[in-house]
């Protein structure tokens, strides 16, 4: 059994370890309220086993998502309750450009999005500024007419960023996002809440994405074998992959050669040694 911490790993060859593994399960000291509803959020389905007086581990994660699709960004008219001047900025497909608050989080703060047209609205994703501007907690609610809402999504206490990779929960902060996923839901009018509080971040998004629901089946998919994507990376002259967090790690542990971004934001093994494993 390898333990690593989701985002503040000292040791990268554990990290990765973790990272590329195909079974993994997050630990607690006992049950997690939020875990589970952050979870639930994202769109994940798992179990929780109890093992006695060390805790216990979430694992057995599943995801069943329609096929989507991106709603035009173009479509797209963003507003938000303050620093309106900005609200564009995260859809301009632009990440070196955010909305943020004009303060820490206080909990009432909100962006608003006008898709142009009624979607079948599935997924709702964003990059953060920085890891720690994700909300505290959060709510999303859609309309149909501006008037009329309806509530998707309510997480009292969110913990992330979190997003799905190959086949988890992923909470590494570089290149993190969050995901709220949803039954297909009709919808003209998004509105994401930040109803947490922070004494000192700001709540903040570089770029926004909406995701319909397209025609067929629910999608389920299977695991990949990492050295089968490993071989064919390296028949393409790939040496250095920039991918999600899960697959990278499973593509650098199934061929060490080809270099992944690093595990966390303090650490980067671009060729660097590995360190001695922690005492």
């Not at 875990?35 to 599943?62: D, I, K, Q, V």
Request: net charge neutral; aromatic share 10%; no cysteine.
């Amino acid at each position: 059994m390898i333990l690593s911490h989701h985002y503040e790993e000292p040791y990268p060859p554990y990290a990765r370890a973790v990272d590329g593994a195909e079974t993994v399960g997050w630990w607690f000291q006992d049950r997690s309220p939020a875990f589970e509803a952050s979870l639930t959020a994202l769109g994940a389905r798992f179990t929780y086993r109890p093992m006695g007086a060390a805790g216990g581990a979430y694992t057995g994660f599943a995801l069943a998502a329609p096929p989507l699709y991106e709603v035009d960004p173009a479509r797209l008219t963003v507003t938000a309750h303050e620093n309106q001047t900005d609200a564009g900025s995260v859809v301009d497909r632009d990440a070196a450009t955010l909305w943020r608050s004009p303060g820490p989080m206080r909990g009432g703060e909100w962006i608003q999005v006008d898709l142009g047209e009624t979607q079948p609205v599935a997924l709702v994703r964003w990059l953060p500024g920085r890891h720690e501007e994700v909300p505290r907690g959060l709510t999303l609610v859609a309309s149909v007419d501006g008037q009329t809402w309806q509530r998707l999504v309510e997480v009292p206490t969110y913990l992330g960023p979190l997003y799905w990779s190959a086949g988890r929960p992923m909470a590494r902060v570089r290149s993190g996002r969050v995901e709220l996923r949803v039954a297909p839901t009709p919808a003209r009018y998004l509105r994401i809440t930040q109803t947490g509080r922070d004494p000192r971040w700001e709540w903040a998004m570089r770029e926004l994405f909406v995701d319909a629901a397209a025609e067929g089946p629910p999608a389920s998919p299977a695991a990949v074998d990492g050295t089968v994507l490993a071989r064919a990376l390296r028949r393409a002259g790939v040496v250095r992959l920039y991918a999600d967090d899960g697959w990278g790690n499973r593509m650098a542990l199934a061929d060490p050669a080809i270099r992944v971004l690093p595990a966390n934001v303090q650490i980067d093994p671009y060729g660097s040694p590995p360190r001695r494993p922690p005492s």
